[in-house]
């Protein structure tokens, strides 16, 4: 655990002890009590071992492993990568005998975070429950939490739990209790919903955690409920929204209109252009495909389903009579500070297979038509960008069929380039995702 979290932690800790914990068992010579939650999108799964006690093996990703035993006192957290020899995290925390706590593991492989945090609250009373907040969305920022009836309007409304800085947990509130609540999730100080569910009952008497985590999106979040019950109880709460974007890489001279579901949602999408992200309903769809000049023929239809809180770019591909789609899960999350990650696909019309040189260094082998390479990390500057030169060969030859010289990257940013047209006129489009 960084520094500043472990302060946050100890803070919160504080904050807790002081205001009487009164949902809390205060035997503090027994055990404690750790729920551990896999928020760390980057891997499979996790294996956690608390105080030499292993708490979960294989832990998948969003998985949540309800309390367990821990020795009070300073304890030894250890988290690995399911079958690695060398740990995510290794570092120690004290933790109280009879207190309930969460460990929440997050972020991207460059920025591993971690949350030791006590679940006890104060009983709300009455008519209320409790709530709090924790923020592990890599590369989101703070974010505002809103709790309002179904379908309120946002532009008037206050943010529930206001201002929550990434890697950072607030102490609870009481809220009053509704019959249902509908949890929406904006950016701080802006009305953009990058999560939004359907209507949830919490209990009266009640502690819930609001856990805001990333799937890789650059911009939309996902949400898991944990109760502060002796349980520990918790659920995911699968947001609504996905997004998309669509890449023109086809043979089709005319531009092209993207309809979801048969209504149109893209217009006249030149070749080698390139959406932005749009937003649309989690689950599968209807994509049909239409070129500008032939409305109502269609081209193309794909059936994707789009994952709740994913950046999901999907590259059309091939002429007319043979048109394809290419749909790629796109990684968002942050690369390494002073870094760009760059990933490769290969949309060309007849090329099989291509090594891709980035500044004369062979970095990808034998990438075959319509498949996407691995991201690299690639240094660059933070004050104008760092310049580099992509060539494309044809697999296991000298022979280039495009150079790209000074293509700039920024820091912070993930990018695409796809290796797009015929081999008499070969060209690089490149997208930058988040």
Known sequence: MSLPR??????CLVAFALSGCSKSNNNSNGSAQIRVVNAFFEAPSLDYVVAGTTLA??????????????????????????GAATPLVNASSSVTGGANYTYVVYGPLTSVGTILASDSFNDPGSGFYAVRVMNTAAGIGPIDVYLTPPGADL????????????????????????????????????????YDSAPKLFAEH??????????????LVNVALLNSDNAGGAV???????????????LVPSPLNVFIDGNLQLSNIPYAGVSNYQQTATGPHAITVQAQATPGAT???????????????IALVGPAGAMNGVVLLDDNQPPATGSAGVRFVNTSANVAAVDVYVNFSKQITALAMNTASSYLNLTASALTGTPYEFDFNVSGTVTAVLKMPGVTLLPSHKYTVYLAGPTATLQGIVTQDD
């Open 6 to 11: 472990a302060l946050l932690a100890t803070l």
């Open 57 to 82: 093996t294989a832990l998948p990703f969003q998985g949540i492993k309800p309390y367990q035993g821990v020795s009070n006192g300073t304890q030894t957290f250890t988290v690995t990568v399911t």
């Open 155 to 194: 532009t008037v409304a206050a943010p529930t739990v206001g201002s929550v800085a990434y890697g950072a947990t607030t102490l609870f509130i009481s809220v009053t209790i509704g019959a249902n609540f509908e949890i929406r999730i904006t950016p701080t100080g802006t009305k953009q919903v990058i």
């Open 206 to 219: 009640s502690g819930t955690t609001i856990l805001a985590y990333s799937k890789g999106s650059g911009t």
């Open 236 to 250: 995911v709460v699968d947001n609504l929204v996905a997004q998309y974007k669509v890449i023109n890489a086809s």
């Open 299 to 313: 081209l193309l239809t794909l059936n994707p389903t789009l994952s709740a809180a994913t950046d999901t770019s």
